[in-house]
């Protein structure tokens, strides 16, 4: 009796820790051995993605796992679960949905962490908009035919899968409703052990939607509206389910849209950066966000500058849709925006212009870069000039202030239209990963054995 109620107690104790410690997906030994064997300089696609998703066999979910989202091309890296996490929408086509999933090289795995409320609400957008600007301007507007059907089947979509609860509306599961992109302003904090998606997982159109259907005026539904939400979406990959980010405290407004957040892991703290013109007003900040202690702190780099005067008039640091990347040997992000590149230096709070080299092309929609620790170099897979089937490959160092083209040894980067992919670089595995919107299959590269 003694020895089964020990037991008991081990199993019990085993599945808490691995419940503290979220989930642990197992290596196969054949992916293992592919990329042990894997030369610098040299690229395989591995075999057909495996996906856990339950079954659901929604817009090839069951074949390639969540598929590229357009704007949506960075996966950042989850250290201490070994993953790669994905979200994001597409402006419509093929979908608007607040999934969320994690790759794991090891076993060559997509993951699905939540599955999408309702399936896919893209088909309702424009009634979303219908309901939320034309109607809430003018009750009265004429619409066509089609236009009040469409409005009629987004009700029966938002009455049976939207609340509103504890001054926020969400889906019933608590999720963001209608999502639109992560742009780069999309990371993981592995102290406070969150995703963050600082702006595109929120829609401030939702009170109006949420009044025209419910009969309520959009001023009352903005009085019973927490005050202290947030544009900021955060997801628990432990206990899977989105967080909506609250709090009374001076923060950065997160507006615009092209932005950047990124974790730094010296810091324990992740910096936002934003330089838009396409908002009115347009957007200027730089911060640093402590997730775990819930604290801001404005940045005013070099010397006290505004972001609008180095981004705008000195052109010392990057305008929008740009993408970042850090080294932490270095204490620098480094910053690409089509032709150009740009420093940020964390220790000396200072942004200067790298260099411009026109066979380079960076942006959060059309290339996939980040920084391979193992090489100490700066990876871009990128479409030329932003447009076109096939990715190229360059490599920046800080070293020598250059980029250098690639032209890996090996399987090519699968093709796809308009250079839609996704990728990251695996720390573990050393190797950069990507994979195309309609591919079921991983692309790796390592740049130095």
């Known amino acids: 009796m003694r020895e089964k109620f020990v037991a008991s107690i081990g199993l019990l104790m085993a599945c808490l820790s691995t419940s503290m410690l979220g989930d642990v997906y197992k290596n196969d030994p054949a992916i293992i051995t592919t990329l042990k064997q894997l030369d610098g300089g040299e690229s395989i696609l591995l075999p057909n993605v495996n996906v856990k998703c339950g079954g659901l066999d929604l817009y090839g979910f069951n074949k390639r796992g969540p598929g590229q989202r357009d704007y949506c091309n960075k996966m950042p890296y989850a250290a201490d679960r070994e993953t790669a996490m994905y979200a994001g929408g597409n ?82 599961n608590g999720g963001p409703i209608m999502p639109a992109h992560t742009w780069d302003g999309f990371t993981y904090d592995p102290r406070a052990k969150r995703m963050m998606w600082a702006h595109g997982a929120v829609a401030a159109a939702q009170p109006a939607t949420w ?27 432990v206990n899977k389910k989105w967080i909506h980010y609250k709090t009374d405290k001076q923060r950065a407004k997160l507006r615009g849209m092209g932005a950047t957040m990124h974790y730094i892991p010296d810091l324990g703290q992740s910096i936002w950066y934003v330089a838009a013109q396409n908002v009115s007003p347009a957007a200027y ?90 090489a100490d170099v700066f990876l871009l897979a990128f479409a030329p000039n932003g447009r076109g089937k096939e990715l190229t490959l360059a490599a920046y160092s800080l070293a020598t202030n250059k980029w250098t083209m690639i032209e890996p040894k090996g399987d090519p980067i699968p093709q796809t239209k308009y250079g839609m992919y996704m990728g990251y670089y695996d720390p573990k595995h050393n190797a950069l990963v990507i994979q195309g919107r309609n591919s079921d299959r991983m692309w790796v590269y390592r740049h130095k054995k």
């Open 91 to 172: 402006h419509q086509v093929p979908h608007r949905m607040n999934d969320v999933w994690e790759y794991h090289l090891g076993s060559n795995t997509w993951h699905m962490l939540y599955a999408p409320d309702g399936g896919n609400p893209a088909p309702h957008k424009k009634a979303y908009f219908l309901t939320s600007r034309t109607l809430a301007k003018n009750p009265n507007a004429e619409l066509s035919d089609k236009d009040k059907q469409q409005i009629k089947a987004y009700g029966v979509w938002w009455k049976r899968h939207v609340h509103f609860k504890d001054g926020d509306i969400t889906t019933k």
């Open 211 to 237: 009044a025209y259907y419910s009969g309520q005026s959009i001023d009352e539904v903005k009085a019973a509206m927490d005050p202290n939400l947030t544009p900021m979406w955060m997801f628990d990959p």
């Open 285 to 374: 900040e730089m911060w640093l966000f402590d997730a775990v202690k819930d604290e801001w702190t404005e940045l005013k780099p070099n010397g006290g500058k505004s972001i609008d005067q180095l981004a705008t008039k000195e052109k010392l640091s990057p305008m929008s849709e740009l993408q970042v990347a850090y080294s932490s040997r270095h204490g620098k992000l480094i910053a690409v925006l089509k032709h150009d590149t740009f420093i940020y230096d964390v220790k000396q709070n200072e942004w200067s212009k790298a260099v411009t080299d026109e066979r380079i092309f960076g942006h959060d929609a059309r290339s996939v870069f980040t920084y391979d620790d193992h």
